[in-house]
């Protein structure tokens, strides 16, 4: 005893100092603000000191990271937004903490529902980030996010999501869950050529 602990942290500590600049000068420039030198400080071979420079570097998000959900909506012929959310509610009704409100769309005339909502709220701060919302979604309406970035001051003039801060085209669904897409795409193809051949055997009886 008698010190040697305290003597022994800081030859750690000297180490880490020292290997850093040894990295430095075996990568060069690419050990810092590219995607090659964040992956080599994110993995086991790092040597010195491996945090990242946020937020001029950040850490890649995996595809099933996720985050405050996103309502999806669908690109139609003629330039109109298809919302794929028929307000069914089954979102609200999973979520823990009950931070989802929905509220319907009727017709003027009849007086029914309309399968789209009139108006759809978030509150991200109570959000859990869960992903029961999407899990249990049957069309595939909300998805989790990758936008982690949220800081605000006024959290009750930023931070309640309305229906039209929640729609994202179904091109950045693509762009962040490649492989989900791809998946859900193919079911929903099987689904409709299913539904097309049921019509087709139906219209010969």
Request: glycine share 6%; proline share 6%.
């Amino acid at each position: 005893m008698y010190g040697k602990g305290i003597l022994k942290g800081l030859g750690v500590t000297l180490k880490h100092f020292i290997d850093t600049y040894v990295d430095d000068i075996r990568m060069g420039k690419s050990r810092y603000g590219t995607e090659k030198g964040i992956a080599y400080r994110s993995s086991k071979d790092a040597r010195g000191i491996f945090t990242v420079q946020y937020p001029e570097e950040k850490l890649p998000t995996p595809e099933e990271f996720r985050f405050i959900p996103f309502l999806v909506y669908d690109e139609g012929e003629d330039g109109e937004r298809e919302i794929r959310c028929t307000s069914c509610g089954i979102c609200a009704k999973v979520c823990p903490p009950q931070c989802i409100w929905i509220h319907r769309s009727k017709d003027p005339e009849t007086g029914r529902p309309v399968p789209e909502p009139a108006e759809f709220f978030i509150d991200v701060d109570v959000c859990m980030n869960c992903g029961l919302c999407a899990e249990f979604c049957p069309f595939d309406a909300i998805i989790m996010d990758h936008d982690y970035e949220l800081a605000v001051y006024d959290r009750h003039a930023n931070n309640i999501y309305d229906k039209e801060k929640l729609l994202k085209p179904a091109e950045y669904y693509k762009d962040i869950r490649p492989r989900n897409y791809a998946l859900q795409e193919a079911a929903r193809a099987e689904k409709a050529a299913k539904k097309s051949a049921a019509k087709a055997r139906r219209g010969k009886a």
